[in-house]
């Protein structure tokens, strides 16, 4: 910090206060008080500079690292309605697999399936509508979908996918791949676009009656949701940036054939408010989601032709109290049998919701499968 020169001249004087005159003491000690204010006005500053400068500096990275990480391969589609949502399909050939994440995660989570898919035909990815790369747009008071499906429930959001592969001109029919919230996802768009669905893959589905148990209902919102909106409220002051700077966060995917870019994307969204706050979103409206969900499977079921797979791991989330993984575990066998009973099982053991990273290998042998069959049939045409 600059010292004022005044500063220096009254702790001078005060060296030797006897050989002064009385005037001259009333005056230092003026200059001492002012002093005084001076330091508590320097110390304001720093306190200040403490509180903008991190959420500044985040806010001015956040800038240029949304237009460096954008993938290479992706594509930013106009979805109509003004939105505009980010694509990433990599490799070549039909069925063409479309896959959706668990809540509040971006395309990355799919790293590895995707990679792995893409060596024999084409696989999708995409961000929801305010996650990753996909900007929310401002509201727009006369567009009739936001105000019809609230904010960030599965209605909402399978109407955006929808709207992608279409603007995409995605092939159809494709395999339809959704992840916990991603699966309820999956069910919705399936039940209403059978046509273009020919397989439908539930990974660690959430369950559509979940949320009529008060013990979740607790653990949803009482400790879930706000640990989210901390994190948001974090990324927002720049704190996140900084805890991943001293290496007390770190990205999911970060093994050593993960792309840097991958990592560094990750990092970016750890620290970006307006991803977090679509996360918390999605995790707030997931009652509502799977009300919709329980709807629209009762209203309109399946084509028959549409083949169901459930993937399953031992717990929903394995950092979450063992019976509240029982009860998810309970419902979900419970909601296959009652709607999808052909489905054809695959588990997985010593895992949860993060097998489509942690384990992604069990579920590509599954799609990789799925993918061979479809293949076949339409060589044998
Ligand atoms: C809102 O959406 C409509 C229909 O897409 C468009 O015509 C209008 O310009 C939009 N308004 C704003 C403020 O973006
Ligand atoms: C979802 O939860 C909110 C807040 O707790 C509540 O107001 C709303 O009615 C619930 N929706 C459903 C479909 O249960």
Redesign the pocket.
């Known amino acids: 910090m600059r010292r004022k020169p005044e500063a220096r001249t009254s702790s001078e004087e005060r060296v030797s206060p006897d050989k002064q005159d009385p005037k001259l003491l009333r005056r230092t000690e003026a200059k001492g008080k002012v002093t005084y204010w001076s330091v508590l006005i320097n110390i304001g500053k720093c306190l200040l500079l403490i509180v903008i400068i991190p959420p500044f500096l985040n806010y001015a990275s956040l800038q240029r690292e949304g237009q460096m990480l954008v993938p290479k391969d992706g594509q930013i589609v106009d979805v109509g309605l003004g939105q505009k949502m980010h694509l990433l399909c990599k490799g070549k050939g039909i069925p063409v697999v479309v896959l959706d994440g668990p809540a509040g995660m971006s395309s990355d989570i799919w790293f590895y399936i995707q990679e792995s898919l893409a060596t024999m035909t084409k696989v999708c990815t995409y961000d929801r509508m305010g996650l990753g790369f996909s900007k929310r747009s401002m509201q727009n008071e006369t567009t009739g979908t936001e105000k019809v499906w609230g904010m960030s429930t599965t209605g909402r959001m399978v109407d955006d996918l929808h709207r992608l592969l279409q603007a995409a001109g995605v092939a159809k029919p494709f395999i339809l791949v959704g992840s916990a919230l991603g699966a309820l996802n999956a069910r919705f768009y399936s039940h209403i676009h059978d046509m273009q669905v020919s397989d439908l893959v539930l990974i660690d589905p959430i369950p559509e009656d979940i ?1 009529e148990e008060d013990q979740w ?1 607790e653990y949803w ?1 009482g400790k879930l949701v706000p640990s989210l909106q901390a994190r948001q409220f974090s990324a927002a002051t720049g704190l996140s940036r900084m805890l991943i700077i001293l290496g007390a966060i770190e990205p999911s995917i970060k093994g050593e054939d993960v792309p840097e870019e991958v990592i560094q994307r990750q990092k970016y969204l750890l620290s970006n408010p307006a991803h977090q706050s679509s996360a918390v979103d999605e995790h ?5 989601s ?3 969900v329980r709807d629209i499977t009762k209203f309109k079921p399946l084509s028959s032709r549409m083949t169901v797979s459930a993937i399953t791991a031992d717990s929903f989330d394995g950092q979450m109290p063992e019976h509240l993984n029982q009860m998810v575990a309970k419902l979900q066998k419970k909601f296959l049998e009652e709607s999808y009973p052909s489905a054809n099982h695959v588990h997985i053991k010593g895992a949860d919701w993060r097998m489509i990273y942690e384990k992604p290998s069990a579920i590509s042998q599954h799609l990789k499968r799925l993918v061979n069959q479809r293949q076949a049939e339409q060589q044998s045409q």
């Open positions: 949320f209902k919102l707030y409206f997931l009652n509502e799977a009300a919709q």
